[in-house]
């Protein structure tokens, strides 16, 4: 990186929360300012990753968020995978690839965001990824213990490998002409050309996470303190060092102002940055250091130029971006979503923000980053209180019964939707169920209250539901 370039440095945690810090480069020692903090999944951060434009975080909730780093603003989700996000790695500016507790390998378009490939990849898990600099081939293992090398030229696995154990990471080198497999607490090396293996060498504990500094250089950590820089040439141990007090999670590095920066992040929150220059005869130097106070799983660098932040400035509300929020056709059930780039600093939000989404009669309320929709949450309302009303006045106990079980569950199905809108049947379900039972009780009476009300709502929430699943395919066909 050219001077004027700045680094920085996205952090996810089990708390669910990202966080960014800006890497400060100083004489003597250098700082990590933090520059943004945000509450991005409804489950623990698995991996995370970043461009030059886009930051991509994989969660157990099951939901790939984007952000766009040159705007500072939400971008989207990607919904397809049924299970954790496991690994995720851009190719380029063009393409996204994630893979998933599924056993899916899905690779995206960076333009449209829509998923242009989804293969199965594995019979387990997929576990790790890995795309080679020229973004013709993949690697990919999982727990059914194969490697697999994939063309994505023509979407299809080019070569499977049996390595007759699982392994946890695949990487291939910066030059493209070798890859790491690590199996435990063993690292195998294998050539382009043969697929054989050409060395290995072994850690003293489970290895957590692993870097290349350069083509024949590799940093690695496990499941203790220290962190190992190998020779993959000699095969040797360059030099090793206490790089934190609990042990390593995650490994990953940058080249600024001459000097070759590991970032190592630890499970008790801290954040070091070292200067692994291999001609420092006296060893690593610490460089800067912050405490998150979370305990980390995934760290990835974005690094950006000043003359690129100033001539990608977009507005947040790009016709771009809001074709970003649509997902693959098969899983387009946006109702009650998070409203992406409504507020850039959600910090100061304390009331939230009301917004009217599309066509689907959504009213939308982000209260501290979270979407709360109002519409599930006032029919909720209305159920439980005619039920209360008729307790009251009639002395009906079936009445009381029904509006409070119809009325909760209707705002667990609201609730569940502002979480993540693939979890829609519990409220289609309620919203019918009830529309048919008021219907026959209209129909049996002709009394407008309260009958002919919740039949009227009922069917206005079934309908607002329809609408949900329609419009977004009608919009983008």
Sequence with gaps: MKMGDHVELVVGSYEQIVFGYRVCPGEEEWGLEPVFTHHAHTASLSTVTANEQFVATGSKDETIQLYNMKTRTEHGALLHHDGTISCLEFGSTSHLLSGGEDGLLCVWSTKTWECLKSIKAHMGHVTSL????SGKLALSVGTDKKLRTWNLIEGRPAFTKNIRQNAQIVKWSPAGDKYIVVVNDKIDIYELESANIIGSFSFRKRISSVRFLKNNLLAMAGDDEH???????????????KAHENRVKALDSFELNDLCVLVTASNDGFIKLWDCSTERQEGVRLLGEVNTTA??????????SAKEEKSDMQPATSQFEKQALLPPRN?????????????????NCVLGDFKFVDCSLNLVFLHFGMAVDLLGFAFAALTATGGIIGYIKAGSVMSLIGGLVFGLLAALGSFQMSQNPKNIWLAFGTYGTLAAVMGVRFLSSWKIMPAGLMTAASLFMVLRLGLGFLWPSKKNS
Excluded: M, N
């Design 295 to 304: 305990r980390i799983t995934c760290l990835s660098v974005w690094k950006s």
């Design 130 to 133: 890995s795309l080679h600099p």
């Design 227 to 241: 962190v190992q820089v190998y020779d993959l040439t000699s095969e040797k141990c360059i030099f090793e060092f």
């Design 331 to 347: 899983k387009r059930v946006y109702l009650a979503f998070r409203i992406y780039g409504a507020i850039q600093s959600r910090k």
